[in-house]
């Protein structure tokens, strides 16, 4: 009885024990933890201290994703024997100055992709990872400050396709005007004096012409979330067949170290490429043939959905 009660005593001591053990262990965590919260909220007011300087920054981030496949006699499908995959990122660089009278600001938007299908059993099908999403776009902006949120601006932008019809066309904003900045990391450009240079082989489609250019560009970095989104107009004040915009989007999470999920998504509208593009798919047997009255400029739309890295 006596050993009984001992061990009673001793199992009841060592549960205590461990009890108060665990909870000590929680609470030194617990310190920790708030420990480590203050000092990253310090480094966050150091960092902010350190992007109020005025001077060069420069940074990126983008999103890259892909996969690879391959079936062997897999009946269920059309196709049982074939390999296919796709890989494709987007980049989305800057690098802005910006000291007491002005500023410059440049940036770069590139979004690629490719993809293939191999089916083993058609000797006759192309093989290759072919480009799919191809979207170029680099502007250079230079402000004078005339007050605390405007200044007298002169914009350059241009932007086309890289993997295939390279400027073909391309589009070259050249203005001036003002930009207005309201708020911390928002941008808009107003330049009522901007010419709109189209490069192109079909000259009866594309054609170049004076208007106005409106962007507004807003890029923030909120904790793990990098985002950034940029809408740029023209407006032909000849025509409104030869006007075009183009609204794209970035964001990324951060979930460990420099990498995490990302999403671009974009759209577009203009007029001149439908028709280009519908004059190429005519056929004058059985279509009427298109012109700018007649034909259907659906929206142009892309997204992209992958890991991201941080650069």
């Not at 919260?37 to 990126?60: C, E, H, M, N, T």
């Not at 191999?118 to 170029?136: A, E, G, L, N």
């Not at 007649?294 to 142009?300: A, G, R, T, Y």
Request: hydrophobic content about 35%; charged content about 20%.
């Amino acid at each position: 009885m006596k050993k009984l009660l001992c061990s009673l005593a001793l199992l009841t001591y060592a549960m205590v024990t461990n009890a108060q053990t665990l909870d000590e262990l929680k609470a030194e965590q617990k310190a920790k933890k708030d420990s480590i919260s203050d000092i990253q909220k310090r480094v966050d007011a150091l960092q902010s201290q350190i992007d109020a300087f005025p001077g060069w920054k420069i940074g990126a981030f983008g999103v890259v994703g892909g996969s690879l496949s391959s079936f062997e006699n897999w009946y269920s499908q059309g196709t049982p024997n074939n390999s296919s995959g796709n890989f494709g990122g987007t980049v989305n660089a800057y690098a802005n100055l910006d000291r007491e009278k002005y500023f410059w600001k440049n940036a770069l938007n590139l979004n690629l992709k490719w993809v293939k299908l191999d089916d083993k059993d058609d000797p006759t099908d192309d093989d290759s990872f072919q480009p799919t999403t191809d979207v170029f776009n680099v502007t250079s902006l230079y402000g004078y400050k005339i007050a605390k949120n405007l200044a007298a601006s002169a914009l350059m932008e241009y932007r086309t396709t890289i993997l295939d019809n390279f400027n073909d066309p391309g589009y070259l904003d050249l203005g001036v005007g003002a930009t207005w900045t309201p708020i911390t990391d928002l941008i808009v450009v107003v330049h009522p004096l901007n010419y709109n240079i189209v490069f192109s082989k079909e000259d009866t489609v594309f054609e170049s012409s004076f208007g106005s250019k409106i962007v507004a560009d807003y890029t923030r970095k909120l904790g793990p979330v990098d985002f950034k989104t940029n809408f740029s107009a023209f407006l032909s004040y000849k025509s409104s067949d030869l006007s075009n915009w183009t609204w794209t989007n970035s964001f990324t999470y951060t979930l460990w170290k420099n990498i995490g999920i990302g999403f671009d998504f974009g759209l577009r509208g203009n007029k001149q490429e439908a028709l280009n593009y519908a004059l190429q798919q005519y056929d004058p047997l059985v279509d009427t043939e298109p012109t700018f009255d007649n034909v259907d400029n659906k929206l142009q739309s892309y997204y992209t959905l992958g890991l991201s890295y941080k650069f």
